[in-house]
């Protein structure tokens, strides 16, 4: 699959092409995976996986030992698991690993969906994969672009690289719709809600009024990404599934057990998010 994309406003008429055959979909790669598996002497590193390391910017030392003075009882040791990415910054194998000549399953969504605080195993990803191998008696690439932070827009990121990874399913759990990608002058890419004040921006005077303004418009775009997703889906005859990842913060307290940044997901709400992900993809079937 070719797109051209005008990488010379000043010439419209000028145009690159980028071929996706050759090039896989990549999120910037925080430090301390880099630095982590450069330095680490005791931080893991998977086959196939590029990078490794026991703390992330969402889930650091700091904030573990502060959890313990102040009384907290942490579920997971300190060196208890790593975050292992692929080379690409995605919490899965590398892709020039995978064999696509057979299906895979692509999971979409953020923080809840890589795994922020919680082993692999215990994410409700792996979960989902695993049951749906055993449904159909199969074996899938397992594909999770789960990226810490991110909204709807980096679906579209994404889109054009779906064909490569021959999907059977794109299953979503999907973030707060007011999630909108804001990209700056200098490249940064921001999705928080400006405080309103004199040093906003141009930019972040318009995405407050929006979120201002309620859902209306925010649901519109996410109708437009899902209509985009829906559509690519049928093409490539893979099934989209899709749940408000708002559901994985249900009940927090319901179990004694909290993921290390005592912040995101405990094991135990993964594993029900993946129950009722599996309903609605039966419920689809």
Known sequence: MKVYIDRHPEQPTIFKELDFDDVYPSIIIPDELTLGVRNSTKSPKRINRKYSSQWL???????YDKDIANGIKHTYK??????????????CDDFDTMDFSKKSIIYLGCSHSFGMGVPEEHIWTVKVHTMLQREHDTTYNYINLGVPGGGLDW?????PYFGKFNPAFIISATPEITRMNM??????ISQQIPTRDNTMSEKDHAYSKLVNMGDSFFEYRKKL?????????????ATFIEHGAIELFNSPY??????????????????EFANCMMNKIKGNQ
């Open 183 to 188: 990209i700056y002058d200098d490249g940064r």
């Open 254 to 271: 319901k179990y004694h057990d909290i993921a290390r940044d005592n912040s995101h997901p405990n094991k135990f709400l993964h594993k």
């Open 155 to 159: 679906y579209l990121h994404f889109l």
């Open 57 to 63: 910017p969402g889930d650091s030392e700091e904030r």
């Open 225 to 237: 990404v899902f209509a985009n997703i829906n559509s690519t889906a049928t093409l490539l005859d």
């Open 78 to 91: 300190k060196d208890e698991f790593y975050y292992q990415v692929n080379a690409n910054g995605f919490r």
